[in-house]
């Protein structure tokens, strides 16, 4: 009796097992597992387990397992949701197919889709087992898609914005150029000719306008596109001309009307690097971005190029466009408005154009910066355009380096530091403007410092005050200065000033700074900063911005580069009393009102130019006899104090020293 028992559990539990292996699963299971795949991106297991067979006969494996993927990535289909309500057990299990309501969202490179489509099920006996399949379209993949249609994304390249000067005049601007190119039929049997004429003149391989007139697409008849001229470069064109099939035609391109004037200030665009791509990474550039270089171009990149438009058409099999399932409208790039003033750039720059050097100059009062120089410089034109290797390798091998940004770097000050010194020290009350200081003969050498000493230039034995000491430039005087200040208060104050701190200004600038370690190492380095030598660096602008307190009543104005985007303020409030920043301007005004002073070559007619001289020298050691010098010269006009330029030249040394560069400043004062 028992083993009967036993034997006919077995079998009941062996019909159970089989009844549970052949249970058909629900449509609603069904589609669950479906979506999961869909989600999952993995179209090949969702054709091969669930279509239906009038969908696998309309859609052929490739066309669902390699297109679909391919269609989503393209799109950049991102956060795809398909759901359903569950269909009611009362309705699947009367018929053999039904009809579910599917919401599908997801984003796309235009924008977000988001539609709802009927997806049908039957119910089937396949490979002697019933189940559930789907009943695909490619309707699914995006709204009113039908086979036999294309989809299209579309690009709409937004339009860069433009930067113009304070004037409204243009820095960078969105022209047109002359483009040189070749009509082959017009050349026939001047081909090699041509091809060595062409790349002489335009700086071009010969074999890389050989390859450009083998190109697939070119017909005799075509004009075969070879180089875009730079503005500068216009002048070749007759000689161009008198080559057989050689004609030119308009071109778009982004056109830099002050040219080497302002190259380092505007910079220029040209097409993303895959290194820039990713560090630009989810910001919306793709590799065929253009993107700014350097300059203003970089620095407000992200107003200037705007965004692009996008859509997604899907066309009919006649070419019409169907409809438009995602679009974003393009956003044209921002113009912006800076406060340099073009006119005071390219003056400057002529000024400096023959020396390599840097200027800053700025609007005292408001904090507006109107020019910032860097000479020599390159032709932005010619980068936008692209550049030959040749004329590149020229730019990188010349020995004064135009392709360096000086007024983003740092430099000794050299006498140019002297009203800082004189500043801090009448602050802190230890020195009066009326106290004196008796120093003979052309060096001095504190007691214990062996044989180190301190040079100057104009040899006065008399009893000279702060006045007489800025009008000479006095070394000695502003060494011993500093010493009786001592370091603490010397550093104190010149952290007041803006050393060892980041100056607040869009543009990046190399910091400023007391030494390299932000103290003072011996009384000697502490002797030599008082008069601009030492570690002492500034850069230009900062240079420029650290005389403002001497025309601001004691406080120092904070830089600005776009316009009317900033209300005036002020980096550092009070860090001289006005008494202190009145005595430092009459001293200025002496040094160049004086005829005995350094910059006396400023003096002129109708103005009231004040300001200070400066040569750094670039010795190894004290020994080094011909060594480089940079000439300083840092001015403004107290009657009408709207404009301070600070000018640093390189290599015065055969110039004649700092007069140089004051009578450059001059000039652009005079102009």
């Known amino acids: 009796m028992g083993k009967r028992i036993v034997g006919l559990a077995v079998i009941l539990l062996a019909v159970m097992a089989l009844s549970a292996c052949t249970q058909v699963p629900t449509p609603n299971e069904r589609l669950s597992q479906y979506v999961k795949l869909w989600k999952n991106n993995d179209f090949k ?116 914005g433009e930067i113009m000067d304070r004037n409204g005049s243009k820095l960078a601007a969105n022209g047109t150029v002359n483009e040189i190119g070749i009509v082959p039929e017009q050349m026939k049997g001047h081909e090699k000719q041509v091809e060595t004429k062409l790349s002489q003149l335009l700086g071009l391989p010969a074999a890389e306008i050989d390859q450009q007139l083998k190109a697939s697409w070119v017909q005799p008849q075509s004009f075969v596109p070879i180089k875009k001229l730079s503005p500068d470069q216009n002048k070749l064109i007759p000689q161009l001309f008198k080559l057989p099939g050689v004609d030119k035609q308009a071109a778009e391109a982004r056109v830099y009307p002050l040219g080497k004037a302002a190259s380092h200030l505007v910079g220029y665009v040209g097409p993303i690097t895959a290194e820039e791509l990713a560090a630009h990474k989810n910001e919306g550039y793709t590799a065929s971005s253009l993107i700014g270089k350097r300059g203003l171009e970089q620095l407000y990149d992200l107003k200037l190029r705007g965004k692009p438009g996008e859509k997604i058409e899907i066309v009919a099999s006649d070419g019409k466009v169907k409809n ?79 392709l360096i940004n000086r007024f983003a770097l740092s430099y000794a000050p050299g006498s140019s530091m002297k009203p800082i010194t004189g500043a801090i020290a009448l602050d802190t009350g230890t020195i009066k403007p009326s106290d004196t200081k008796t120093i003979i003969g052309r060096s001095w050498t504190k007691k214990g410092w062996g044989s180190y000493s301190v040079t100057r230039v104009d040899v006065n034995n008399a009893p000279e005050n702060m006045e007489t000491a800025m009008m000479y430039s006095d070394n000695i005087f502003f060494a011993q200065t500093a010493l009786d200040m001592g370091a603490d208060k010397f550093i104190n104050g010149l952290k007041k000033f803006g050393f060892g701190q980041t100056i607040p200004f869009d543009y990046p600038l190399k910091d400023s700074q007391i030494s390299s370690t932000g103290t003072f190492n011996s009384e000697g380095q502490l002797a030599d900063s008082g008069f601009g030598q030492g570690q002492v660096q500034l850069n230009i602008l900062h240079l420029a911005v650290a005389y403002t307190p001497f025309i601001d009543n004691g406080s120092m104005i904070k830089p600005h580069l776009l316009l009317n985007n900033e209300k005036t303020s002020y980096w550092k409030e009070n860090i001289i009393k006005p008494a202190t920043a009145s005595e430092i301007a009459h001293m200025m005004r002496t040094v160049v009102i004086d005829p005995r002073g350094t910059g006396h070559l400023a003096n002129l007619p109708g103005m009231q130019i004040a300001g200070k001289t400066g040569t750094a020298e670039l010795k190894k050691d004290k020994q080094e006899k011909n060594g480089k010098e940079n000439g300083v010269f840092v001015a403004y006009d107290q009657k009408n104090p709207t404009l301070l330029i600070a000018m640093l030249v390189e290599g015065v040394q055969d110039l004649g020293g700092s007069h140089a560069v004051v009578q450059k400043v001059a000039n652009v004062f005079q102009k």
Do not use: C
Not at 125 to 151: C, M, R, Y
């Open 45 to 160: 297991d969702m054709y091969q387990g669930y279509l239906s067979s009038s969908a696998t006969k309309d859609t052929k494996p490739a066309d669902f397992v390699d297109r679909y993927p391919k269609i989503y990535k393209g799109l950049d289909v991102k956060n795809l949701k398909v759901t359903y309500k569950p269909v009611k057990e009362a309705d699947y299990k009367k018929n053999n197919k039904v009809t579910i309501p599917v919401t599908i969202s997801f984003d796309t490179m235009a924008g977000p889709i988001h539609y709802t489509e009927n997806m049908v099920m039957e119910k089937k006996e396949v490979d002697k087992q019933t189940n559930w399949f789907v009943d695909w379209t490619p309707s699914f993949i995006l709204p009113g898609l039908a086979k036999g249609d294309t989809i299209q994304p579309v690009t709409e390249n937004p339009v860069r």
């Open 324 to 402: 438009v399932v995602a679009e974003q409208k393009v956003q044209n790039g921002e113009n912006i408005k800076v406060t340099i003033d073009g006119n005071l750039q390219k003056k400057i720059y002529g000024q400096m154009q023959n020396n390599a050097g840097t200027s800053a100059a700025i609007n005292p009062k408001t904090g507006e910066v109107l020019a910032l120089v860097s000479t020599p410089a390159f032709d932005p034109n010619a980068f936008e355009l692209g550049m030959s290797s040749q004329d590149y390798s020229k730019l990188q091998n010349d020995p004064l380096q135009p």
